[in-house]
Nanobody, 127 residues
Framework: QVQLVESGGGLVQAGGSLRLSCAVSGRTFSVYAMGWFRQAPGKEREFVAAISWRGDNTYYADSVKGRFTISRDNAKNTVYLQMNSLKPEDTAVYYC????????????????????WGQGTQVTVSS
């Protein structure tokens, strides 16, 4: 059984930073492409960022490009999302997801590509 546990969410002022972590257990982490998604109140879940299993390819939503950075440490079975220059519109529950694949395309932006999901961590950005 694969488990994903997010951490690092919280309350931050606009312009601030947060670093989210997602720890993966239960299966070989290094062969997963990993993604971050978010869901704001009253809105559908949307793609934020994805990273290939080796960490050599990344893909970002236009809304976070240049502000957020996704990375991974396969030795620690963990993926990170560094969020800088946060805006109130970044307020959402952030979810990490794992896709059992060694491939990586822009399809990583699609929820249906992912096999496993975490429970989410709340990020609130005050103005």
């Amino acid at each position: 059984q694969v488990q994903l546990v997010e951490s690092g969410g919280g309350l931050v002022q606009a312009g601030g930073s947060l670093r989210l972590s997602c720890a993966v257990s239960g299966r070989t982490f290094s062969v997963y492409a990993m993604g971050w998604f978010r869901q704001a109140p009253g809105k559908e879940r949307e793609f934020v960022a994805a990273i290939s299993w080796r960490g050599d390819n990344t893909y970002y939503a236009d809304s976070v490009k240049g502000r957020f950075t996704i990375s991974r440490d396969n030795a620690k079975n963990t993926v990170y999302l560094q969020m800088n220059s946060l805006k109130p519109e970044d307020t959402a529950v952030y979810y990490c997801a794992a896709d059992w694949t060694v491939g990586f395309t822009t399809a990583q932006a699609q929820e249906g590509e992912y096999d496993y999901w975490g429970q989410g961590t709340q990020v609130t950005v005050s103005s």
